[in-house]
């Protein structure tokens, strides 16, 4: 569905911010893709969705194609017309404006108005929190219902494929599970794929078919979620679980052989 093929992003023209990565999204899979702060994985999905522009960005080499079709020089808005939807970190929900208002806007690209009302119920059966708070500024949301309200607002544009940057971010884990729980029945119900970037790997890996480790702007593994959550390095690297179930530093795991080994 989706296919990057040795992309690089620079910012400035001289930071080098991802370096030769290839990925892709099957039609109706979760991919994760995973790495530590200031891995890149914000720029690739903004590279997607095509908003590098605003940010000083560009993408300097490489192919992005989506049904076989090179995106890469498209503006933002005929990505987001194609049904590339990116919900970017941090929730930013149009604060003045209602729950109710908030997901109407996500259908501004659509002139089928009774389509787009049943559409507002199918989000509110999803998230039923957002139902009880549809008259409520979503500035007076609480964080969680404001990334439920970013990820009901996208899917009302009615995506094929719905890009996710960090929605368990400084959310307590039991509203992380439920969003999780939501973004697996929205990819299995309605077949939109997903493309999750986490610093949660060990939700992602669950949900996820398929994942990415980037990091410093390279892609450094990729492989089944299933041999991904099997994987030594993996564990250790991304979810601080160590063979004999101790913890080890950062700076104890993060020797140059293995990282040697990685790269190899
Ligand atoms: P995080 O998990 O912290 O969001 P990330 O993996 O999403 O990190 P990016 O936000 O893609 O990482 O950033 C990758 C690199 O590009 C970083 O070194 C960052 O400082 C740099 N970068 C990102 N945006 C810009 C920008 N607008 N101008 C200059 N450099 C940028």
Same mark, same amino acid.
């Given at each position: ?38 891995? *890149? ?33 498209? #503006? ?163 979810? *601080? ?7 080890? #530093? ?15």
């Amino acid at each position: 569905m989706i296919e990057l093929e040795n992309v690089e992003i620079t910012y400035n023209d001289v930071i080098l911010a991802v370096k030769g990565v290839s990925l892709k999204v099957a039609e109706g899979q979760i991919v994760a893709l995973l790495g530590a702060n200031g891995a *890149g994985k914000s720029s690739i999905l903004k590279a997607i969705s095509g908003v590098l522009d605003s940010q000083d960005g560009e993408i300097e080499r490489g192919t992005i194609a989506y049904g076989g079709q090179r995106i890469d020089r498209w #503006s933002a808005a005929k990505i987001v017309a194609a049904g590339l939807c990116h919900v970017p970190e941090g929730r930013r929900v149009f604060t003045d404006l209602t729950t109710q208002e908030n997901l109407i806007m996500g259908a501004f690209l659509r002139r089928d108005r009774r389509a787009v009302k049943q559409d507002v119920e199918k989000i509110l059966d999803y998230f039923p929190r957002l139902r009880e708070r549809l008259e409520v500024r979503a500035g007076y949301l609480s964080g969680g219902e404001q990334q439920m309200l970013a990820i009901g607002r996208a899917l009302m544009g009615r995506p094929r494929l719905l890009m996710l940057d960090e929605p368990s971010l400084g959310l307590a884990p039991l509203v992380v599970q439920n969003i999780f729980d939501i973004i697996q029945r929205v990819n299995r119900e309605e077949e939109i794929s997903i493309l999750l970037v986490e610093q949660n790997a060990s939700m992602a890996l669950h949900i996820a078919a398929h994942g990415y480790i980037l990091e410093n702007g390279r892609m450094v593994m990729d492989d089944s979620c299933d041999k991904l959550i099997k994987n030594e390095d993996v564990m250790e690297f991304y979810l *601080g679980i160590k063979e004999d179930g101790g913890e080890k #530093s950062f700076a104890e795991v993060k020797h140059y052989k293995r990282r040697k080994r990685w790269l190899s």
